[in-house]
């Protein structure tokens, strides 16, 4: 939400269903919201809203105010001071800016033990840092967001970030994970969890033609109109292509899992049993979960 903002070059005015009015001397333009993309709107808030002086008090949202929002570059010896490696971020993506985050942050660090509190760094998006040597044996999954969906009505994204073993990394590897989700999210707003270098093979598929994806697509032709098998596949590639895993995922007999693995072999010609199969056909599957989802 903008509110009344005078600067020395304009000024801007925002409400619900009310126009954002930009002045100018005796220039006036008005913009409705709901014309404006979310990058738009960051673009005028940051451009229209007076400088704050404000600094957060918390040592590591400073941190994070200085890498996120002030371009700046955060020391390893900062970085030591304040956190306890390894650990790893995990962000958040909201549809929509809430009126009480304080209490939705509350709601979403009771699902990650051993977290810091939860930086925002706008509206929309935050982040926070979770120790490794705390993480339990949680479900990190769906589950959450349909937890916060009851409680809060919203459907947010979460993004597990890769584990950051020591303190030189974590500038770097924040800016890519960062820029990685925002893209992928506003590519894939129907998706809400995402794992690690999971967020990397949608990225990569998101730069692929939709020409160029179905020509890759047709090596599953044959399996196409089979969600079944196809369900039973992705579960085993998920579980790092073990059997026994896969079939106590899906409830199943390890030999039902078996033999839709044999069966997607025997059909399709591809041994999913082999790395560099296993890993062209996830990527397929990813960019197509309808055919793998209930």
Not at 145 to 168: K, M, Q, V
Not at 247 to 260: C, D, E, G, L
Request: glycine fraction near 4%; aromatic fraction near 10%; hydrophobic fraction near 40%.
């Amino acid at each position: 939400m903008y509110t009344k903002t005078t600067r020395k070059r304009g000024s801007a005015v925002m409400n619900d269903k009310q126009p954002i009015i930009l002045k100018h001397g005796t220039t006036e333009i008005k913009l409705m919201e709901e014309e404006l993309s979310y990058e738009e709107q960051l673009l005028l808030q940051k451009l229209l809203s007076p400088p704050s002086s404000d600094v957060p008090a918390g040592h590591m949202d400073r941190l994070l105010h200085e890498l996120l929002l002030m371009n700046g570059k955060v020391s390893p010896e900062e970085w030591s001071r304040y956190l306890t490696f390894p650990v790893r971020a995990v962000y958040i993506f909201l549809p929509h800016p809430l009126e009480d985050r304080e209490e939705f942050s509350e709601a979403v660090q009771a699902f990650f033990s051993g977290s810091t509190k939860l930086f925002w760094k706008n509206s929309r998006e935050g982040l926070f840092f979770q120790r490794m040597d705390d993480i339990s044996d949680m479900d990190e999954d769906a589950s959450i967001i349909d937890t916060l969906a009851a409680d809060f009505f919203i459907r947010p994204a979460f993004y597990i970030g890769s584990i950051i073993h020591h303190p030189e990394q974590l500038n770097a590897q924040i800016e890519w994970e960062s820029s990685l989700f925002r893209e992928v999210t506003a590519s894939l707003p129907e998706k809400h969890f995402f794992k690690e270098q999971e967020l990397t093979l949608y990225y990569l598929l998101n730069h692929l033609s939709k020409e160029r994806l179905h020509t890759v697509s047709q090596i599953l032709t044959s399996v196409k109109d089979d969600p079944a098998l196809l369900q039973s596949v992705h579960c085993f590639l998920e579980c790092g292509m073990n059997i026994s895993s896969a079939a106590k995922q899906m409830y199943m007999h390890r030999n039902t899992m078996q033999y839709r693995v044999d069966k997607f072999i025997e059909k399709t010609g591809i041994d999913i049993r082999r790395f560099p199969n296993a890993t062209a056909v996830y990527m397929l599957l990813l960019a197509d979960p309808s055919a793998h989802n209930d």
